[in-house]
């Protein structure tokens, strides 16, 4: 590499890195991938020199990817923020789903109350959990086990209890049965295109909630628990309230994502909404992106979800999304525990160790938001 084209790279990564240390960069990234998100749908069929992002992505793979990118993001306010690791985000997920097509065919709710209704019933049931596990200190894989037995718990009770549906769950009903058709009112729509534009807005939502809670002093607490509980304690920090509020704020975000999901496809059963690998789909954009950022459970989300689509599309095998899935946490966890987000740092840094950059610095700022 000439002199010049080292002066040029340093340059930019300076200024890179410059940027990222402001506190409006993160506002300002989110904006422009939001500002990508809105128009990305109507991108896909446009072509250029022969090539169309359509060919390998559709609306309702982008659909699935939002679904996942919320629920990543809310989980992330919980195990990312406090270092809380939870395995049992599908409770929260079914509870949203199941608060609003339960409440919609027995009483006839409207699915968005539902949504609501359902929410709150998840923050509930995660207090319930916080409070249990919190109060004899489960801390660690313990703490991961703990939820995982109350995720598995609910399912058990949603499987084998007629009133909630039992194995078969429920069926969507048609929205002239309960609403003037289809439409924003009625939570149904005739196309995907409406549905895209909905879970985008609970993205947006949930991301700014987030955001806000890491850039406010709730969020030092939370960061502070997350790095040392006992010292967090020790200055004065009520440890045990704020942990409950994490487990209580990103179960309530967690089932709007269930309750999406609930109108978006046409029948919800126990297996498809509690099984245990909707726990692996919940954490595992936040693991790929980068835990504790705001950014990293949407860019994880994009790497997971199309990767797996498109090699399921490719590899006829069952499962095989699954296989995708075991070895990007794999990779993630041995080459990449800080994710996605800390790619272009580490970009700079196989420069220098190849010899082609020889200016690189500490880029412990770079990697964080």
């Known amino acids: 590499m000439s ?15 410059r940027f990222r240390q402001q506190w409006y960069s993160t506002p300002i990234v989110l904006t422009a991938i939001f500002g990508a998100l809105l128009v990305l749908p109507l991108t896909l069929n446009l072509y250029a020199f022969g090539f169309s992002l359509g060919t390998w992505i559709s609306v309702h793979m982008l659909i699935i990817t939002l679904v996942w990118a919320t629920t990543g993001q809310a989980w992330n306010m919980m195990s990312g923020y406090t270092g809380q690791f939870s395995f049992g ?9 199941y608060g609003t097509i339960l409440l919609l065919n027995v009483v006839g709710l409207n699915p968005w109350l539902g949504m609501l209704v359902g929410a709150v019933a998840a923050g509930l049931y ?12 489960l801390r660690g894989h313990y703490f991961a086990l703990a939820t995982l037995a109350f995720a598995e718990l609910i399912r058990y009770t949603f499987n084998t209890v007629p009133q909630l ?4 769950g429920f069926y969507k009903p048609l ?3 309960y609403a003037d058709g289809f439409g924003l009112a009625a939570f149904q729509f005739e196309g995907v295109l409406p549905y895209y534009y909905v879970i985008l807005a609970f993205l947006i939502v949930v991301t700014v909630v987030s955001l806000v809670i890491k850039q406010s002093r709730l969020g030092l607490y939370l960061f502070a628990i997350r790095e040392n509980e006992n010292a967090a304690a020790a200055v ?5 309230r704020y942990k409950l509020l994490g487990t209580t704020v990103s179960a309530f975000f967690t089932a709007w994502a269930g309750a999406f999901w609930a109108m978006y496809f046409d029948t919800i059963r126990p297996e498809t909404v509690y099984d245990i690998l909707v726990n692996v789909e919940v954490l595992l954009p936040a693991i790929v992106g980068g835990i504790g950022t705001v950014i990293g459970p949407i860019v994880g989300a994009f790497i997971v979800i199309p990767l797996s689509e498109v090699a399921r599309i490719l590899v006829d095998l069952s499962g095989f999304d699954r296989i995708i899935y075991g070895v990007l946490l794999i990779g993630i966890v041995l080459y990449s ?7 272009p740092g580490r970009f700079f840094e196989v420069l220098e160790r190849n010899g082609l950059y020889e200016n690189a610095i500490d880029d412990g700022a770079e990697t964080d938001e």
Request: net charge positive; hydrophobic share 35%; aromatic share 14%.
């Open 3 to 17: 002199e010049t084209q080292y002066g040029r790279l340093d340059r930019a990564r300076l200024r890179y890195r």
């Open 89 to 97: 985000h599908a409770a929260f997920f079914g509870l949203g789903a």
């Open 126 to 137: 995660g207090l319930v959990i916080g409070v249990l596990c919190f109060r004899y200190d």
């Open 165 to 168: 549906g039992g194995a078969s």
């Open 175 to 177: 929205p002239r049965t």
């Open 236 to 240: 004065g920090i009520p440890t045990y």
């Open 337 to 343: 525990p800080k994710g996605a987000v800390s790619w």
